[in-house]
């Protein structure tokens, strides 16, 4: 296929624009080894996190890190106990902890640092892909991230840390076939420079249910790949600076939604080779038709980038 100048020149500025956000997690999807003097409380997998509390979030990989971390590794699991183990959302490795513990007050967390602190005012748009493990015989609620200007790490303790959930699954969450995807656009207070996967609801405030598990620990273990969270004002581009088109949930498998623009006005979305895809028309769009990748809407001379899962 041959295309216009005009129309490539377009496709670079599509590059561009995905290119102008950045992710600020550091090792968004647990990949590479760990690094030794920066584990924690005892030695985790994955580069830039660390433990948060006294509980000890498991490393999932297909192949063999550094012989100084912890691993489960997928293909050679005991399948009669890790019987729910999923493939990783993305990369080669994932992530895993318990949410809950019925008898006591457990909650596995892990953290890093930012790659930069959060500004005040600015908006930003958080997701994480989070799959329930059916391993253990609970599922809860309250899975989620927490945001703090400083670390909260406390290895004395294997409860919850007091912080305030950025955002959390508010029911209990028990789909064992897929991954799920967690998303909130906010606005940030400023200064947040760590961010922390676990469960910081009280014991009183957890709801539970007991599965089917392959094992009877009263505990509720989920597993954790892709997050992001990037400045949402670098991810579109407006007619004028008073107005900015955000597409909210992003990533998404089924419907998504475009601010700012009328029921009238049209949009597309287009593949990376500039192929129209998808059109439409008013703020709302179904993409559940489509393949899983990264493509480009377009409306209002604006410019988005959007990720199907």
């Not at 999932?60 to 997928?74: H, I, K, M, N, Q």
């Not at 500004?119 to 892909?129: L, R, V």
């Not at 899975?143 to 209990?172: H, K, M, R, W, Y």
């Amino acid at each position: 296929m041959r295309y216009t100048p005009i129309f490539l020149s377009v496709i670079l500025a599509i590059f561009a624009l995905s290119a102008s956000a950045q992710n600020l997690i550091p090792n968004p999807g647990f990949e590479g080894n760990c690094s030794p003097g920066a584990l924690g409380n005892g030695n985790f997998g994955a580069d830039h996190w660390y433990n948060a509390n006294a509980g000890t979030f498991d490393f999932y990989a297909a192949a063999e890190p550094s012989p100084s971390c912890f691993l489960v590794d997928t293909e050679s699991l005991n399948w009669e106990l890790y019987n729910e183990v999923q493939a990783p959302f993305e990369g080669d490795r994932f992530v895993g902890g318990i949410m809950y513990m019925s008898s006591f007050c457990i909650r596995e967390m892990i953290q890093c640092k930012l790659l930069e602190p959060l500004q005040e005012g600015k908006i930003y748009c958080f997701s994480m892909q989070v799959a329930f493990s059916g391993m253990f015989d609970r599922a809860c609620n309250g899975v989620g991230v927490a945001l703090s200007a400083d670390s909260t790490v406390n290895f004395a303790s294997s409860c919850t840390l007091g912080l305030t959930p950025l955002i959390q699954f508010d029911e209990v969450v028990s789909d064992t076939e897929n991954w799920m995807t967690l998303s909130i656009e906010f606005v940030a207070a400023g200064g947040e420079q760590y961010l922390t996967i676990g469960n910081q609801l009280d014991d009183a405030d957890v709801s539970s249910e007991v599965v089917d598990g392959s094992t009877a620990s009263e505990s509720a273990y989920y597993y954790f790949d892709m997050l992001s969270l990037e400045n949402c004002e670098q991810n579109s581009i407006g007619e004028s600076s008073e107005i900015v088109l955000q597409i909210v949930p992003n990533p998404t498998s089924s419907m998504f939604q475009i601010t700012n623009i009328e029921n009238n006005e049209p949009w597309k979305v287009v593949d990376y080779l500039g192929k129209m895809v998808l059109s439409g028309n008013g703020p709302i769009g179904d993409v559940s038709s489509l393949a899983r990748g990264c493509y480009v809407v377009v409306a209002k001379n604006a410019m988005m980038r959007l990720v199907v899962e």
